[in-house]
């Protein structure tokens, strides 16, 4: 795993022996179970995970129903914002759907490791707002959107979540009962 990771960083930029040995000895590497909670709503954390295999689901409880919220695979970041940034609890739980293997990212050691290599800095920055326009988008379209195309959305841009991810979880994350999700596919099966 952690050649996985550092072939992901060198994905954006080339990396020298000394920055790839800090890197590894700055951001652990952790194996997570399926079911595992890596970050429990109401906590504040310090932590980013970036997943190198395998998903997790965001989500929340409202009036005594837990509701999904968004879903992270692999090369993609779970991170609760105002948490790290403003040392307020987190408003949502992250739980795995799979076995899963994540690099941790403590913010206290990254802003260390900028220090050292702030080339860094702005490569997190760009993919923070990289992050931050797929969250946009997502709102935007759960907004705008009916279930069905949301649902048609997912097909097109992560159709493996429904293979992954079990279906009352898709439903949830739709925003629909699992009944509804199944008319749903119904509908677009026949067409």
Request: some cysteine; hydrophobic content about 30%; proline content about 4%.
């Amino acid at each position: 795993m952690e050649r996985r990771f550092i072939e992901y960083i060198s994905s954006f930029t080339t990396l020298s022996k000394e920055e790839e040995e800090l890197m590894l000895e700055s951001y652990p590497i952790k194996q997570f179970r399926k079911g595992d909670c890596v970050l429990e709503e109401g906590t504040i954390t310090q932590d980013t995970f970036l997943i190198l295999e395998g998903c997790i689901r965001r989500h929340c409880t409202v009036d005594g129903v837990d509701k999904t919220t968004g879903f992270f695979t692999e090369g993609e970041a779970v991170a609760e914002f105002e948490s790290l940034s403003f040392n307020k609890p987190t408003t949502h739980s992250y739980s795995c759907v799979e076995d899963t293997v994540a690099v941790v990212v403590n913010s206290e050691k990254e802003k260390a490791f900028y220090k050292r290599f702030p080339r860094f800095e702005e490569l997190a920055r760009m993919e923070t707002e990289k992050m931050l326009g797929k969250n946009q988008e997502q709102l935007s379209n759960f907004i705008t959107k009916s279930p069905e195309e949301r649902y048609k959305h997912l097909l097109t841009n992560k159709p493996e979540l429904l293979q992954r991810v079990p279906q009352h979880q898709i439903a949830s994350y739709l925003g629909v009962t699992p009944e509804s999700l199944s008319r749903i596919r119904k509908r677009i099966s026949k067409k």
